[in-house]
């Protein structure tokens, strides 16, 4: 006969990583509405800590191991574990470029976009830092995606380059971004002239119809961009010229008004 500790584990499997609100939920569809977190802890959870079938990531959070695996030689999903830090938020910046496979390299650090007043401490769990970036709008450019048995937040394609273009410390700098952003198909330039007016930001027309123009020449997944949108973007482009980078010199681009660093576009040669 299959105990209720045995039921638990077997659903909480099927997730790989939960948190305590989703190890709730499955323990009151076994055991019944009635139960206290206290008791589910203490009753279920400490003991398949102790059985070595669930392991702390850090508090309310837990990998799940199958019966033949050993927390040393498991390897976390990164991804399935940054979606149970809150229950609002999305994933972005770099950590969106990995998800949609074109990330020029993989990087030990997650973003986690958060509100301001749902910030969390950063944390690392085997090797890998979890840091939250404060954002203000959740919603806007925002998918939600099926992965696995869960459902992930991630910015979309249209709100990842641009925010990759905006913040781009969190893209790993102008380089990895670049050679990033050159592997990044499918986007869809209409919503990216819809989603760069709601950042406010006169200096990301710029940067965006500069780095679009600039991945036109280099990349087969840029090269259907058609003149009339770069066109629309040119309209945004004040008199007063502006720094790529802000502080770092270098070669006026007449179309965008723009001082890029001479040194830049060497970047995507041979990509």
Not at 107 to 129: N, T
Not at 239 to 245: A, D, H, M, S
Request: overall charge neutral; some cysteine.
């Amino acid at each position: 006969m299959t105990t209720k500790i045995e039921k638990l584990y077997t659903t909480l499997l099927a997730r790989k990583v939960v948190n305590f609100d989703e190890i709730m939920e499955s323990a009151r569809n076994i055991i019944g509405d009635h139960v206290e977190r206290r008791y589910i802890y203490r009753k279920y959870v400490d003991r398949l800590i102790d059985k070595g079938k669930l392991h702390r990531v850090r508090r309310g959070i837990y990998v799940v191991l199958s019966p033949i695996e050993e927390i040393e030689k498991h390897v976390a999903d990164k991804f399935l574990i940054a979606s149970k830090v809150r229950n609002r938020y999305f994933l972005g910046f770099h950590t969106a470029l990995e998800f949609y496979g074109c990330s020029y390299s993989h990087h030990k650090e997650v973003y986690i976009c958060v509100r301001e007043e749902d910030r969390f401490d950063p944390f690392e769990f085997q090797g890998v830092k979890f840091r939250p970036v404060f954002i203000r709008d959740l919603d806007m450019g925002v998918e939600k995606k099926m992965y696995g048995k869960d459902m992930l937040w991630i910015s979309s394609k249209e709100r990842t380059f641009i925010d990759c273009i905006d913040r781009v410390d969190y893209a790993g700098g102008w380089e990895e971004s670049l050679k990033s952003l050159v592997g990044l198909g499918g986007l869809d330039f209409k919503k990216i002239l819809q989603l760069v007016p709601e950042y406010e930001k006169e200096i990301l027309y710029r940067r965006v119809g500069y780095i679009l123009e600039l991945l036109k020449e280099h990349s087969q997944f840029y090269e259907h961009l058609e003149g009339d949108f770069l066109d629309e973007l040119e309209k945004h482009v004040t008199e007063q010229p502006r720094y790529l980078i802000q502080g770092k010199s270098g070669s006026l681009n007449q179309r965008w008004n723009l001082y890029v660093p001479d040194d830049l576009e060497e970047i995507l040669r041979g990509i």
